[in-house]
């Protein structure tokens, strides 16, 4: 799998993978809370209920010179088929240099990771249950940002990842090892939530639950090498 060498503001590296990834659901969130669903992943039709043109035709007819361009792509692959495989990109420790900050790239940052936790806790709010920011009563606290309870008493434990802009490849929701850690240990009770477009009125919460047991597949770029075992003599 290709990638290049640039990182982001938070020292990850930014992938560009030829992996195809289906569009998840997502909850779009006004300022007042509200969520609507996007995106229904249905290919365009007539009036009928029919698609638009018939590609088997159009195919034949421009074999014999008919002049009709080549047929228009078919429907998108469908969504359960395209989310088959869940792959997360693993980057071992301490290979990755870590780029240095400038003062207001920092401030920016860490307004990003305040207003994600903002947005998150209005999100909870708005969806009845309650929530409260752990970093307030432990700045060092490491592991999840956010512990919320419903009405009927389940907990579950929230880690925030704050993008300004839209989440994506060149822009990626990296978990430390402690996050990994706890989420492998909570399951179903930790979820991470990205929130994207942190700097619209309109930024979109993206939620996953138990995200350490839901990836089936975790990739090892040759920067593995740095840190193989030697080979020992025979």
Not at 139 to 161: A, L, M, Q, W, Y
């Amino acid at each position: 799998m290709g990638h290049s060498a640039v990182l982001d503001d938070l020292g990850y590296a930014r992938i560009t993978s030829d992996i195809p990834v289906a569009t998840p659901e997502v909850l779009s969130v006004d300022l007042n809370g509200d969520p609507s669903s996007r995106g229904n992943g249905q290919a365009n039709t007539n009036g009928a209920g029919t698609p638009t043109s018939d590609p088997v035709a159009d195919a034949i007819a421009n074999l014999l010179g008919a002049g009709v361009p080549p047929p228009a792509p078919g429907p998108p692959e469908p969504l359960e088929r395209s989310r088959r495989r869940l792959r997360s990109y693993v980057i071992p420790a301490g290979t990755v240099p870590q780029r240095q900050m400038s003062p207001d790239a920092k401030k920016q940052r860490d307004a990003t990771a305040a207003r994600g936790v903002e947005i998150v806790l209005q999100y909870e709010s708005d969806h009845n249950r309650e929530a409260r920011d752990l970093n307030i009563d432990d700045p060092n606290h490491e592991g999840c940002d956010i512990e919320s309870t419903d009405t009927n008493g389940n907990v579950r434990f929230i880690e925030v990842k704050s993008i300004s802009g839209t989440w994506d490849s060149d822009d990626p929701a990296g978990l430390s090892h402690p996050q990994f850690t706890k989420a492998s240990k909570l399951k179903d009770q930790f979820w991470l939530y990205v929130v994207e477009n942190t700097a619209s009125d309109t930024p979109t919460v993206i939620r996953i639950q138990n995200p350490a047991e839901k990836a089936d597949q975790f990739l090892f770029d040759d920067g593995w090498r740095q840190i193989a075992a030697p080979d020992t003599p025979p």
